[in-house]
């Protein structure tokens, strides 16, 4: 177990109640912890209570002489092995998102050097609107750790996400983040996102895939010391922190960008949705239907795409390799027969049924189906969280073959 210093700064919602459960498992880990308030904090959870549990003193003021004669804030900033944002409110993620320091705790994560772990709470209108999650998406880019929010009741009488993750949740988010770098020294080649089959100059074949369940895999294990190469298809994510990233559109692009990284890769995860099918042909310019006979139909010829996995499986050498299955139906049945027919040592069989998983969401359900036929399944859980178990099983594949 990691004994690190926690720094833990409060904000402003009602779920600042559970702070003290989260003081005590921090704790119980080994865990030195210290105190930041917002100025709405104390209003939901007393300072004195905080400071008792954590047996520190409590900042909550930015410029107070008797507050910065004890620890500075930059001193503070600096102490932490990780700083754990909880609650988050909406206001808080956004003063994130936008770099200010416009009071004590926003201060201190524009100063710290340290990761930092948010756990979001807050209506779930307000953890819907597309301004939350757009600064969310920029905080994810930056590397900031998001646990929950979780789905419930929540304390403004809706019902939805935006409850914040149980202190245990918190506390074990905590153990990985502050986890070695444990990958140190191991490339990993990930493919992310989908293809874009182009059919004329304006119009392409591709599906819903986002990017999100790849790079998420990439942006852990860059944080685990990994060399990380990313082959991704069109997407509007930005690129992990030490991450190199090799923009494609078509699979066949992708099937060079893999086999011109592969030498170097002794990992390769293969989360990208992959068209089996282009267009035969590329039309030069755009297809008009005055060009077509009134009422006919237009039918495309489709050739196969080589099946960039199986190939890798069969090329010699000790990496290992993962693949990622999208079913729909027969889920576990549909994974273990692609798993025979690809050859690798993983297949990650996603549940695409569900709308909380899959293509373009941030949260995944999946099931791990491994070659001797043991299934692993995981409750539903943020594609980051997906990402850390699945490197979890990687390194324990790379130790046993070591
Ligand atoms: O990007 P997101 O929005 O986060 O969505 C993530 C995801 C749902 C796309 C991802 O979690 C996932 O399930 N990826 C697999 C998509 C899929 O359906 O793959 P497949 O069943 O077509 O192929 C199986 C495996 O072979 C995959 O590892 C795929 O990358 C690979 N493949 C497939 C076809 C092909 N021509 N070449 C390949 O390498």
Redesign the pocket.
């Known amino acids: 177990m990691s004994q690190g210093r926690v720094l833990l700064a409060v904000s402003g919602g009602i779920a600042a109640y559970k702070i003290p459960d989260l003081i005590r498992a921090l704790k119980r880990a080994g865990h030195s912890v210290r105190c930041a308030l917002t100025p709405a904090a104390g209003r939901f959870v007393t300072p004195l209570t905080l400071q008792t549990l954590s047996g520190e003193a409590v900042r909550s003021e930015l410029f107070d002489p008797a507050e910065e004669g004890q620890i500075d804030h930059v001193a503070l900033a600096d102490w932490a092995d990780v700083v754990v944002v909880a609650p988050a409110t909406a206001h808080l993620l956004a003063r994130m998102a936008h770099g200010l320091a416009d009071e004590l705790v926003t201060t201190l994560l524009l100063a710290t050097r340290a990761p930092v772990l948010v756990a979001p709470a807050m209506n779930v209108n307000m953890w819907e609107n597309p301004a939350t999650r757009e600064n969310c998406e920029r905080l994810r880019a930056r590397g900031v750790w998001f646990v929950g929010p979780e789905s419930g009741l929540l304390a403004c009488g809706w019902e939805g996400e935006g409850r914040m993750a149980e202190p245990a949740a918190i506390a074990d988010a905590v153990e990985r983040v502050l986890a070695p770098p444990s990958l140190r020294g191991e490339t990993l080649l990930v ?4 293809t874009r089959e182009p059919l004329d100059a304006v119009r392409a074949l591709t599906n ?7 790079f998420a895999v990439a942006r852990e294990a860059a944080r685990r010391g990994a060399e990380v190469v990313l082959v991704a298809g069109p997407s509007a994510l930005e690129t992990p922190p030490g991450v190199e990233r090799v923009d494609v559109e078509t ?1 066949l692009e992708m099937r060079e960008a893999v086999f011109r990284a592969l030498p170097r890769a002794g990992v390769v995860v ?7 099918f282009r267009p035969a042909q590329r039309e030069q310019h755009k297809i008009k239907k005055e060009d077509l006979a009134e009422d006919a139909g237009l039918t495309l010829e489709l050739v196969r ?6 190939e890798v499986c069969r090329t010699p050498g000790t990496r290992t390799v993962v ?5 729909s139906r027969d889920v576990i049945e549909a994974a273990r027969r ?1 798993l025979r027919r ?1 050859g690798c040592d993983l297949l ?1 069989a ?1 549940d ?1 049924s569900r709308t909380d998983a ?4 941030d949260t ?1 359900a ?1 099931s791990f189906v491994w070659p001797g036929g043991d299934v692993e399944e995981l409750p539903l859980l943020s ?1 980051a969280q997906v990402a850390a178990h699945l490197l979890d099983r990687v390194e324990k594949l790379r130790e046993e073959r070591a």
Request: glycine share 14%; net charge positive; aromatic share 4%.
């Open positions: 493919t992310a996102g989908g819903r895939s986002s990017g999100k369940m790849g699979a293969m989360t990208a949705a992959v068209a089996d795409n080589p099946d960039i996995l199986a693949g990622f299955a999208a079913e692609k690809k990650v996603n695409v899959g293509f373009d969401t995944n999946v594609k």
